[in-house]
């Protein structure tokens, strides 16, 4: 199987952009809350709310989902195809959600705000996301299907 590049739809400056708002984002997060912006963790939190802790974490799981939405009336959204039935995709969402729990946050914790304080935890976790991610993806593509 040769690897190819679709230079129609490739686009290294809107990628670039959101990956600078995306840190720029984390950054006044942490900066101004004291704590990291990995989604887990937040959603996680509104299950075992303390006190003068549950509204700013609805107000960012809240701009989560409003976002793609605003963003809807401005840019078209793009097609989403999704190649799984819909019991791959609950299977997948569990295993996902277990994965986090046992490395004690996910790709965003770790992978964007752990590697951005040098964290050595983070680089170990988000290294074994990856690889999970190319041996499931090996496996599913290559071994069962």
Known sequence: MKLMIDWTHFTPLLSLSGGLLIGFATAIFLLFNGRIAGISGILGGLFQPMPN??????AFVLGLVI?????GFVMPL???RIDADI???IVAGLLV???TRY???CTSGHGVCGLSRLS?????ATVSFIMAGFITAYIVRHLIN
């Open 78 to 80: 793009p097609s989403v």
């Open 97 to 99: 959600g277990v994965g």
């Open 120 to 124: 050595s935890r983070s680089a170990i």
């Open 67 to 71: 976002a793609p939405l605003v963003y």
């Open 103 to 105: 490395g004690s946050g």
């Open 53 to 58: 802790d549950i509204v700013w974490r609805i």
């Open 87 to 89: 019991a791959s995709l």
